[in-house]
């Protein structure tokens, strides 16, 4: 059975910084995408970014880039977001969620190719 465990999130201020992971296992596959999403109440699941398990290609919201970094660890069950300069738009729900196969990277991907999800962790952002 497929898992995935979200970890990471808290209440920061405009400004700091969370490490979210996302620990995958009972993953028999070894060419896969992991992406994180987020979710406020009311809106749609939107992909921040994605990291493909084999090459290492990643994609960023346009939103994101230059603050968030995704990473996967060298045995490839850990996938972090590292979040800087975090602002209060970025409060949301985040989601890690996995695909058996490659991601495309030039295009934010929709929620419904994804097979497998985590159950979320919370980023609350505000002074």
């Known amino acids: 059975e497929v898992q995935l465990v979200e970890s990471g999130g808290g209440s920061v201020q405009p400004g700091g910084s969370l490490n979210l992971s996302c620990v995958a296992s009972g993953f028999p596959y070894s060419e896969y995408c992991v992406a994180w999403f987020r979710q406020d109440p009311g809106k749609e699941r939107e992909a921040v970014a994605l990291i493909n398990s084999r090459r290492g290609s990643t994609y960023y919201a346009d939103s994101v880039k230059g603050r968030f970094t995704i990473s996967q660890d060298s045995a490839k069950e850990r996938v972090s977001l590292l979040m800087n300069m975090l602002q209060p738009e970025d409060t949301a729900m985040y989601y890690c969620?996995?695909?058996?196969?490659?991601?495309?990277?030039?295009?934010?991907?929709?929620?419904?190719?994804?097979?497998?999800w985590g159950q979320g962790t919370q980023v609350a952002v505000s002074s």
């Open positions: 969620a996995a695909r058996v196969a490659n991601c495309a990277t030039i295009y934010q991907p929709p929620a419904s190719i994804f097979s497998y």
